[in-house]
């Protein structure tokens, strides 16, 4: 690997990335106000219905100090989803992950709504109990799991969906080439020398000879970002250059064996089958 220009700007990637998030937020935002009105609203009118009226103003704070607190949470939520994406990662690893996460959510959730509506009721001269919402955490916790896994589940759908940067030729015609980044320092390999692309947890392993490269990016992000670039995925955890592809051989069971050109064989689910027989 040499240090050389750069043909993929990682500050254009990042920028799209922030770009993609900051959108994400925005609409996560409007939905999540959206329904704090609504159901502000409802429970006057439900009071009302009840001989139990109470003002506007109080259903109002309830709601939108819970919708301030999933803001705040929310940009982590995304950080651990895409660290830990669903269908990429092992699931197991998954589950525990995000479950565990979810606990620690509800718990930050409805400590944070609680402190707030205690610090507004004592400013407008009332009284809220700052640890009513966490007394009935068994209530509240039952909500907020739903809440964290649409927010990881609509987010990871985001993430696939979110086109990311194509490759781009480098100026003087040099192929476009995978910014791999070592401490300070920044390297480009080459696309037409990275025969397959392998997940490794939060990284991935750029195979261009006897000894991959490490590369931290989830194989996901790998995948759009090598849209048109001649990759296709053979399975969860791999990614393949087409033009490295020198036979593929299908198994009983659907599933197939690519041959390469310098002799390895890699192991392709059948789910993967049709896209990589389709023409590029």
């Known amino acids: 690997m040499t240090d050389r220009a750069a043909p993929m700007s990682s500050d254009a990637s990042a920028g799209g990335a922030r770009r993609r998030d900051r959108l994400f937020l925005g609409v996560f935002m409007l939905v999540a106000a959206a329904i704090a009105v609504v159901d502000a609203f409802s429970v006057t009118d439900d009071r009302a219905k009840a001989?139990?009226?109470?003002?506007?103003?109080?259903?109002?704070?309830?709601?939108?100090?819970?919708?301030?607190?999933?803001l705040a949470l929310a940009p982590l939520v995304m950080?651990?989803?895409r660290r830990m994406?669903?269908?990429?990662?092992?699931?197991?690893?998954?589950l525990a992950v995000h479950l565990g996460a979810a606990v620690a959510f509800s718990?930050?959730?409805v400590t944070v709504m609680g402190a707030v509506r205690w610090a507004v009721y004592a400013a407008l001269g009332g009284f809220y109990s700052a640890l009513g919402p966490l007394r009935d955490f068994p209530y509240e916790f039952r909500k907020d799991l739903l809440i964290y896994l649409g927010v990881v589940a609509i987010y990871?759908?985001?993430?696939?969906?979110?086109?990311?940067?194509p490759p781009a030729e480098a100026a003087g015609?040099?192929?476009a080439a995978i910014e791999v980044r070592d401490g300070a320092r920044r390297h480009f390999v080459p696309l037409t020398e990275v025969a397959f692309i392998e997940a490794a947890g939060n990284y991935v392993e750029l195979h261009r000879g006897p000894t991959p490269i490490l590369h931290r990016a989830p194989l996901s992000s790998m995948e759009r970002q090598l849209a048109g670039a001649g990759f296709v995925r053979i399975h969860r955890s791999r990614l393949v250059r087409r033009a490295a592809i020198s036979e593929v051989e299908s198994k009983?069971?659907?599933?197939?064996?690519?041959?390469?050109?310098?002799?390895?064989?890699?192991?392709?689910s059948r789910r993967y089958r049709k896209p990589l027989l389709d023409p590029a």
């Open 79 to 81: 950080a651990l989803t």
């Open 173 to 175: 015609g040099d192929p």
């Open 107 to 109: 718990l930050v959730h």
């Open 85 to 94: 994406q669903p269908l990429v990662a092992p699931w197991p690893r998954v």
């Open 156 to 165: 990871a759908t985001w993430l696939r969906a979110w086109p990311g940067p």
């Open 51 to 70: 001989g139990r009226p109470i003002g506007l103003w109080e259903p109002l704070v309830w709601e939108t100090s819970s919708v301030l607190a999933l």
């Open 252 to 268: 009983p069971s659907g599933d197939f064996v690519v041959r390469l050109a310098d002799g390895r064989e890699l192991m392709g």
